[in-house]
C-alpha cells in the first residue's frame, strides 16, 4: 500500500462524515432540491439568452443571408422583423430548459451518489473522472427526453415566424399536422449534441475547480469568492462544451427546420444533412455559440451553486481532491 493510502482513506471518511452530518438533508428532500435549483439556473440563463440564440439559429439555418457573424446576425435580424423577434421561440425555451435543468442537475448529483453507493468513496474519488463522465451522459440522457419536444418547437418557431404565435399554438400545429413523432425528429441529433455537451461541461467545471480549490482551500473562501470560481470554472467548461456539440446543434437546428419527405427516415435525413453541410458548414454559427454558452454555462454553475445554498442542499458527497 503507498503512503498515501491512509491519508486518502482518512479523506474520503471525512467526506462521508460531512455528508452524513445531523441536519443534512438526504433523498427526496435533497434532490429534489437539486433539481429545482438546476431548472432556476439553466431556464433563467437559456432564456435570458435567447436573443444570442434566434441570431445563432439564423446563422446555422441560412449562412448566405446571415453573413456578418453575432452582431451583424441581431442587425439584420431587427431590421427586417423588428427588436421584437429576437425573443422568439423564448417560451418553449424557459419551459424546456427549466425541465432540463432539473433532469439534468439533479440527475447528475443523483447518479454520482448511485456510482459512490456502488464503489465506494474511496474508489469513487480515485476515479473521479470516470464517475463524474458516467452520471453527466446519464443525467443528460433522460433530461432530453424532457427537453426534445420543447426544442423542436422553438426551432421551428425561429425558422418560420409566422408559423405560430407561441409555444402552445406551435406545439398544437406540429402535433396535428405531423404526429407526435416529429417532436422527437431531433432526438437523435439531441443526444448527439447534449451527452458529449454535458460530459464535458461537467468534467471540465470539476477539474477547473478542483484545481481553483486546491490552490485555495474553499473552506477559506467567502460566499463572494466561491461564485467567482463558480463563474470562471463554468465559462471554460461552456467553451469546450460548445466546441464538442457545435455540429450536432448545427445538425438539429437544420432538422427541425422542415418535416421530412414522404417515408423518408430521420437516418436518412441526418445523413444528408451531414453530407451537405460538411465540417465547415456545421460549425457555422460557432462564434456565438462560443459567447452564448460561454456566458450561460457561467451563469449556471454560479446561480447553481447559489441556490444550492440557500436551499440547504448540501448533503451531497463531495469526491473531488
Known amino acids: 500500500m503507498s503512503a498515501s493510502a491512509p491519508v486518502e482513506k482518512a479523506d474520503a471518511l471525512a467526506r462521508k462524515a460531512a455528508a452524513n452530518a445531523p441536519g443534512q438533508k438526504t433523498g427526496l428532500a435533497l434532490y429534489s432540491r437539486f433539481a429545482l435549483a ?14 444570442v440564440d434566434v441570431v445563432k439559429t439564423r446563422i446555422q439555418l441560412d449562412p448566405v443571408t446571415y453573413n456578418g457573424g453575432l452582431i451583424g446576425g441581431f442587425r439584420q435580424v431587427i431590421a427586417k422583423e423588428g427588436a421584437g423577434a429576437l425573443l422568439t421561440g423564448v417560451g418553449p425555451t424557459f419551459a424546456g430548459y427549466f425541465l432540463q435543468g432539473a433532469f439534468k442537475f439533479g440527475g447528475y448529483e443523483y447518479f454520482k451518489q448511485q456510482a459512490i453507493n456502488m464503489v465506494g468513496i474511496e474508489n469513487a474519488s480515485n476515479y473521479r473522472t470516470g464517475v463524474y463522465l458516467a452520471s453527466s451522459a446519464c443525467a443528460e440522457f433522460f433530461a432530453d427526453i424532457a427537453l426534445c419536444p420543447l426544442e423542436a418547437t422553438r426551432i421551428r418557431l425561429v425558422s418560420e415566424p409566422t408559423y405560430a404565435s407561441g409555444l402552445v399554438s406551435g406545439m398544437s400545429k406540429m402535433a396535428s399536422q405531423e404526429g407526435l413523432g416529429a417532436f422527437y425528429a431531433g432526438f437523435g441529433p439531441i443526444l448527439f449534441k447534449q451527452v458529449p455537451y454535458t460530459m464535458a461541461k461537467f468534467v471540465v467545471y470539476e ?9 485555495y ?25 460548445a466546441i464538442i456539440s457545435q455540429p450536432a446543434d448545427t445538425m438539429l437546428s437544420k432538422i ?9 427516415g430521420t437516418t436518412s435525413r441526418l445523413i444528408k444533412i451531414a453530407k451537405e453541410l460538411g465540417l465547415r458548414g456545421s460549425y457555422s454559427g460557432i462564434g456565438a455559440r462560443l ?23 448540501t448533503g451531497g458527497v463531495e469526491i473531488s481532491k
Open 38 to 51: 438546476g431548472a432556476i439556473c439553466c431556464s433563467l440563463t437559456h432564456g435570458g439568452m435567447t436573443p
Open 217 to 241: 482551500p474553499k473552506s477559506q473562501m467567502s460566499d463572494g469568492m466561491q461564485t467567482v470560481v463558480n463563474l470562471g470554472s463554468g465559462l471554460i467548461a461552456g467553451f469546450a462544451a
Open 291 to 313: 459567447f452564448m454558452v460561454g456566458t450561460l454555462t457561467a451563469g449556471q454553475f454560479a446561480i447553481y451553486g447559489d441556490i444550492k445554498k440557500a436551499l440547504g442542499a
Open 256 to 264: 427541425n427546420k422542415t418535416k421530412g419527405l414522404p417515408g423518408e
Open 207 to 215: 477539474k477547473v475547480a478542483e484545481a481553483v480549490f486546491r490552490q
